[in-house]
């Protein structure tokens, strides 16, 4: 799973991560402000064709307006009642009249304010207003000067001479039948009236406005407050001279307000069309369409980044689960292979597969189960994988596995299809039972002598006596067959035998090793018996809180002076440690059963460290007593040679034992593992000890001792 | 004068065995009997110094034998030579004075009763 592990990690995703969320959130930035200037200068363009558009829109409409006037009263000046009207006669009375009627009628119809008919001296002849007629002379305007010399002609008046308003005034020669300039014919139209008609039209923003400039920067015509006819700062003047001559719009600011200003000339009548605005109010909609995209983009730009920042995390929390499996496999304490489907070869194995079996990972990489000796029996192989492959998955297959150094273990197999990307993998968890096996396999031994032991105690006694006679019938018989025995020498000499005669017989014969194996057969006997006596020893009655330190104490007392023990080795030459806690709590428990535990591990440790060779230099054995939190714990080790590994399984199996037959009933650590298991409900068990020997560990619960 | 020993066990063969080995050394004046109730007849005659006492037996137990033969004054000290599989010394065993060492499980060796017999003499003021 390393492997797969592995190739999860080489993704280039999670180590360049970070630079990749950089890159694109800068992009998202880079792109976000693009699209608002962008936006921005396109709606702003916009805006201002539009306004260039309106001025041009303007400027048209005047040049159509004052053509159509021009053409209107060139066409008037061709009628003869015009002429006549100019003549001091009777038709021209008449004439007049004629004529008077006729221009008021067109300045009532609206075309135009003022329509009057000019004398060659400047008088007004007659106009459409009867007041007009006689009271002013327009003698020294230019439009009546080019007039008479011939040319249709336009000005714009800043007063003029009735109205006293600013006027555009059309002016045309009459003529008569030979060509010659008889008088003018003018029209007039209040300026700030007929722009008024254009402008009204005109909308810039919400404070916007146009206005109309004659030449010399005088308002003609302006939709609101300020009204026509003042003159118009020179500065801002200059404004609208600047925005004619480069086309473009010009900024100012007034009253702490920028304002945009846009100006074109009209070329017929010379005037400045201005269009002005605020320029926040011009451009509002261009910084308000910018903001929008900006803004549009910023939420993606949130939006990715929460997203990157999802991802991030989801890539973290991977890698960590990744790295918390990664352990899991490293360090289970079970054999996991990993190989692949399709070819069978293992492409991962965990540390546990080298502790147990001693094969290298190396070893086994690339190579098929098979490769290996793994599996002692080939057949296994065969059919954990047909069981695989029918179900998909092996729960706890069982067979046995040969280990690099040679060894058999019993071993629980479960199989497993993983997919892993787009590849089948079969996962195995090997676990070596082989201890469980062996461990159950005592507890039904135990189990056994626990009903022998309950035969055992019906019949002990009647199997003592009998043992008793056979013992001390062999003591007699060993007695009366001295040779130095004075009455044997008496009762021999009375039927004629010599003793001498009779010893050597008896050694010759081997009689006396006969003897001596009746002995110690009938001890070995009754060995055997009291200890599978313990075994159904019922002794609750006799629970009670005990201290464990004076139990020890206790049990080390009676080994020093253990006759028994004596016998193959002396007790007192070993140095005895002993370490107990100042405060322990007392435990309950039989306290001669948990005495006769100590006892027997005491005399297995002596044992262990007389038959140790080499001799032990200085032979110890440490008693410790620890207190945990639910138990508290026994400790009896030794500085001797340990535990061969072969005997370590089978240490607390009954009737086994590594000593001479005679020596040992092979029932003692047997008997202490079943008083201290099912007796007391505690644990028992087999270490190695720090001082080099054996340590057997003993735990009594502090709660339950009593009830169990 | 010999020191007198009792062996009271009901089984005939153990009685004979542990008589016949410690008459042998010449030291004793050995006697049997089969239950405590003889045993005591027996003491009422000739007291011992030691009786080496089985405690099962027909009739009067061991125990209750060797209470009523103390306080009879009948035998000073005792011996347990039993076949019994209760490993410990009773209550009762203590009060009557005995210790651990007096105390015999069958098959006991016949010449580990002698050597105790032999430590009991001189208490028992002989």
Redesign the interface.
Known sequence: MRGAADRLRRLPLERHLAPVLTVVFVGVLLSTLAAYFFTRDTVEGMALSQTHETLGFLDREIASRVMEMTIRLEQWTKEDMLRLALETSYLGDSAREAAKRRMATQAGNGSFDRVFLIRPDGSIAEASSSDMAGRFTVGDRRYFRQAMEGEISLETLTAGRHSNRPMLVAAAPVRNGEGGVVGVMAVAIDTERFAQELLGGVRIGRNGLGYILSEAGQVLAIPRESGPGQPWSQWRMDKVRQSVRSANPVAFEEDGIWRLLVAGTNAATGWYLVLEADESDILRPAVRIAWITGGVSLATLALAALALAALGRAMTGMRQSEEKFSRVFMFAPDVILLADMETGKVVDANQAFTTRTGYLREEILGKTSAEIPLYANPADREAFHSQLLRDGHVNQFECESRYKDGSLAVCSLSGQIVTIGARRYLMTIVRDVTEIKRMQEMMVQTEKMISVGGIA?GI???I??P???????A??LT??TRPD???NVEAAKAVGLDMQQLDAYMKARKLDVFIADIQSA??RA?AI??HM?DFSRRSESRRAVSDLRTIADNAINLASNDYDLKKSYDFKKIDIKRDYPAELTGIGCTA?EIEQVLLNVLRNAAQALAAADPPVAAPCIAVRITERVDRVRIVIEDNGPGVPEHVKGRIFEPFYTTKQPGVGTGLGLSVSYFIVTKGHGGVMSLAQSPLGGAAFVIDLPMEGGLTA | MLPHILILDD?E??RD??A??LD?F?EFVVRGAESGEQALGMLREQPADVAVVDM?LPGMSGAQFIRKARSLGLCRRFLV?T???D??LSDELKELGLVRRDLF???????DILARIRELLPEAGV
């Not at chain 1, 043992?467 to 019938?473: E, K, M, P, S, T």
């Not at chain 2, 499980?105 to 010449?111: E, L």
């Open positions: 105690a002990a006694h009647e003592n006596n043992l008793g006679i056979v013992l001390q019938a003591q007699n007695q009366r025995f004075r009455k009938a001890s009754s018996i009291r006596l001669t | 089984e063969r153990i065995l542990l016949q080995y042998d010449d099962r030579h076949g019994s599989v490993m410990v499980f069958k098959p006991a060796g016949a010449d």
